[in-house]
């Protein structure tokens, strides 16, 4: 599967934008999706993962409370909604692809679980 990710932007303090990953192929259902960000000299790391079933959410201590994810399979498509964005959030955001055969499995946190990642999308915050 190929994906798609945009939505990135310049955003002040406390404003929000939502991210879009679209993938590409018809078996989009079987994967968990997963966002997630680098920040200029530090690691990538998760920010949030669901389940094929579209229920099953975990985010990252960080986010909790200000980003949802969200799937639309009829679409192909998850997005990560980000609200109170704060200077911290800025990075650049990837979305990434775990196939699976359970579709209650949560998404994982880890990197080398993914199979598939998208190009990454720009989210800068400005204080």
């Known amino acids: 599967v190929q994906l798609q990710a945009s939505g990135g932007g310049l955003v002040q303090a406390g404003g929000s934008l939502r991210l879009s990953c679209a993938a590409s192929?018809?078996?989009?259902?079987?994967?968990?999706m997963a966002w997630f960000r680098q920040a200029p000299g530090k690691e990538r790391e998760f920010v949030a993962g669901?389940?094929?079933?579209?229920?099953?959410?975990n985010y990252a201590d960080s986010v909790k409370g200000r980003f949802t994810i969200i799937r639309d399979n009829a679409k192909n498509t998850v997005y990560l909604q980000m609200n109170s964005l704060k200077p911290e959030d800025t990075a650049v955001y990837y979305c990434?692809?775990?196939?699976?055969?359970?579709?209650?499995?949560?998404?994982?946190?880890?990197?080398?679980?993914?199979?598939?990642w998208g190009q990454g999308t720009l989210v800068t915050v400005s204080s």
């Open positions: 990434a692809a775990d196939h699976t055969y359970s579709i209650w499995r949560s998404a994982p946190t880890a990197q080398n679980e993914y199979d598939f």
């Open positions: 669901i389940a094929r079933n579209g229920y099953s959410t």
């Open positions: 192929g018809p078996t989009f259902s079987v994967y968990i």
